[in-house]
């Protein structure tokens, strides 16, 4: 089982239950060579914190002594192991060594046999550099394996691999197909090579290419993938396993690994870090140690880097700051900031993870933040949804302090005092309408004054774009006095009193629910609760029923029971709806959670963290909540909730 608890996008937290016990991911499983341990399981587990384990069950076969032990008492004994175990089948020993004899259904069996927690089948390695023939037949060949063997997992989980060497379309195929098949996990193989040779940009597309055709409620393992350089981006992209040798490898060559790459312990002044084993040693002593006992103390260290920046990529997961944490990773490396430029070519299958607004603020970390989904997701919604007040001129103002009314309401008011106008200031993430100057993400944003020219040529097509479709019969932009002077003088007509509250409700009901949204202010009586000490929006009182609480955060709504009443009616089916059978619908109307599994339809557009109209088959209104996942995860995921339950009858 694979549940949900947490995520930023693609990225996420969740827990995978395992025969021993429950594992937390995103997880990095150190893998422990059954002929020799440089960290001693044992040890790793109880001083390292490490969760999960992986170790090769064809070299425990072939190993007469070990094939033994693990028979007659099990992997977890045989390696002094409690916690789960993973184990792999071969199919990389095949790729390097080439004689790997062994039946793939048999392999499977041997594995579930000494008692591996998940075990994998002998898929078929497809290697970068083979030829699309080459890498079709590896793909079928792995998928008939797939076939063949899923059946002899018993108790144990099974890995069903996809491979499709750096073909995107055989990669989403082979994915599509062993997604049918009973798997707990799927790994994506045959990537070793790319990591090797800093391949990251390819690397890229075959992690999208393969989540594209995965079944999302399936953890995603990135087999080979341990170093910590790695770790953000891959994880971004929706990778929730990983596991290395490298740690011990490298430290056998004496190479330390940090998250901003690796270094020669020969050119090291300081060893800069703080880990229980670089803690205890100066580089000196480190440098002059006998060679076996360095080597495990940098594995020590190795493996501490790789931990450690697992967590930091959790921490980012809570934090909503996982965009963050991968742009500036990417400077570690130019391969890594080539690959992070790829992902502007798949912002569209990206963004359809998104959330819909984040706790933390959006903070530029370079050019490519402007390619975050984030951004193209505002400007879409903002030409799609938005519908703009009908006035005589629109005034284009400069990028000022936030929130943008407040700074600019003196000159506004000036300007309504002798013509009807319009504003909207030319921001980072394009036209903002002065309403929208609350909306997530426009003030929850830190964006350097001076931008990247390649940036601000971007901000300038966007205003290209706004300037062919705002509209208006005029627009101008802000240039001090004598721009209120022209105004006057050209545009004439008389001073306008402009209700910002409602414009504001009344466009966030679009921005958020989309275009009609709206509507359902027309012809009410709408009173405002506001802050006392901000002043903004609290509560919309809309005929004397509170239909709509602002938050204060991300200056969208929450619905209330009432509001959701009014936006059934309004928004055509399946508008933000999230459809479940009449009795889960039930449930949902006495306040429950509605569960993944209970979900029969959704609205495709909807994100998580959108307020949500539950309905039941009648498209009869049963709750209001907030998603928790995609439309594609609520009806994948058969445990955890889709829509937590705001408000409902009772
Ligand atoms: N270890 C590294 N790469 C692979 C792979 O493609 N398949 C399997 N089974 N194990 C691996
Ligand atoms: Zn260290």
């Known amino acids: 089982m694979f549940e949900l608890k947490e995520r930023d996008g693609l990225a996420r937290i969740c827990e995978l239950t395992t025969p021993h016990g429950k594992v937390t991911t995103p997880v990095l499983l150190p893998v422990v060579n059954p002929n020799f341990r440089t960290i001693a399981p044992s040890e790793m587990r109880e001083k390292m914190g490490v969760q999960m384990i992986i ?9 007469g002594a070990l094939r033994e032990r693990a028979e007659k008492s099990g992997v977890h004994d045989l390696l002094g192991f409690d916690g789960p175990i993973m184990t792999d089948s071969g199919t990389f020993q095949n790729y390097v060594y080439g004689d790997v004899r062994v039946d793939p259904r048999e392999i499977v069996r041997f594995q579930a046999s000494v008692g591996a927690d998940v075990g994998t089948i002998l898929d078929v390695f497809s290697e970068p550099r083979f030829t699309r023939e080459e890498t079709e037949a590896a793909v079928e060949e792995t998928l008939k394996r797939a076939r063949e063997s899923v059946d002899d997992r018993g108790k144990m989980l099974l890995a069903g691999t996809v491979q499709g060497g750096i073909y995107p379309d055989l990669r989403e195929r082979c994915a599509k197909e062993i997604s049918k098949l009973d798997f707990a996990v799927h790994p994506i193989g045959g990537v070793v090579p790319l990591l090797e040779n ?20 399936r953890p995603v393992h990135l087999f080979g ?16 396993m990983f596991d290395s040798a490298s740690y011990a490898k490298y430290a056998r060559e004496d190479r330390m690994m940090y998250p901003t790459g690796t270094r020669f312990l020969a050119d090291l002044h300081d060893l800069a870090c703080h880990c229980p084993s670089c803690s205890r040693t100066s580089v000196e002593e480190l440098k002059k140690m006998p060679p076996e006992e360095r080597t495990k103390r940098l594995a020590e260290h190795n493996l501490f880097a790789c931990l450690t920046e697992i967590e930091n990529v959790k921490n980012a997961i809570h934090e909503g700051s996982m965009w963050e944490l991968v742009e500036m990773r990417a400077r570690a490396h130019p391969a890594l900031l080539e690959a992070l430029k790829v992902l502007s070519k798949h912002k569209q299958f990206l963004e359809a993870s998104e959330p819909a607004s984040r706790r933390g603020a959006f903070f530029y970390c370079g050019p490519e933040s402007y390619e975050r989904p984030t951004v193209m997701r505002y400007q879409e919604n903002y030409f799609s949804r938005y ?29 309504l005092a002798k013509v009807d106008a319009a504003f909207v200031v030319v921001s980072f993430f394009g036209p903002v309408p002065i309403e929208l100057d609350e909306y997530y993400p426009i003030p929850q944003s830190v964006i350097p ?18 300037a062919h479709q705002h509209g208006y019969p005029l627009a101008v932009i802000w240039d001090g006095e004598e721009t209120l002077r022209f105004l006057e003088d050209i545009v004439g007509g008389g001073p306008k009193d402009l209700d ?33 000490r901000t002043g903004k929006i609290r509560n919309v009182i809309i005929d004397g029923a509170h239909a709509l609480s602002m938050r204060a955060g991300d200056g969208r709504f929450t619905l209330k029971l009432e ?15 999230v459809k479940t059978d009449d009795e889960p619908a039930g449930f949902a109307a006495k306040g429950n959670n509605v569960f993944a599994k209970f979900v029969l339809e959704c609205d495709p557009g909807i994100r998580p ?15 209001v909540g907030r998603a928790l996942m995609t439309p594609d995860e609520m009806k994948s995921f058969k445990r955890g909730v889709a829509v937590r339950v705001k408000d409902s009858p009772d």
């Open 55 to 63: 170790t090769n069950s064809y070299i425990i076969r072939s190993t």
């Open 198 to 217: 800093y391949r990251f940009k390819d690397l890229v597309e075959v992690i999208i290419a393969s989540k594209k055709g995965l079944n999302p409620s």
């Open 225 to 240: 993938a341990g170093h910590p350089m790695i770790f953000p981006l891959a994880v971004l992209l929706g990778c929730d």
């Open 387 to 415: 519908r703009k007040r009908d006035a005589k001129v629109l005034v284009g103002f400069p990028e000022a302090q936030k929130p943008y009314s407040r700074t600019y309401w003196p000159i506004m008011s000036k300007i």
């Open 449 to 466: 004054e001076a931008l990247d020219a390649e940036v601000k040529e971007k901000i300038n097509r966007m205003m290209e774009r706004h």
């Open 500 to 532: 910002l509250d409602l414009l504001r409700c009344r466009a966030v009901l679009d921005m958020q629910f989309g275009r009609g949204a709206g509507d359902i202010l027309d012809g009410k009586k709408v009173e405002m609760i506001k802050s006392p």
């Open 563 to 577: 509001g959701g009443k009014l936006l059934v009616k309004v928004l055509p089916s399946p508008s933000m709806r």
């Open 609 to 623: 963290g959108d307020d949500v109209l539950i309905v039941n088959t009648k498209d009869e209104l049963a709750a």
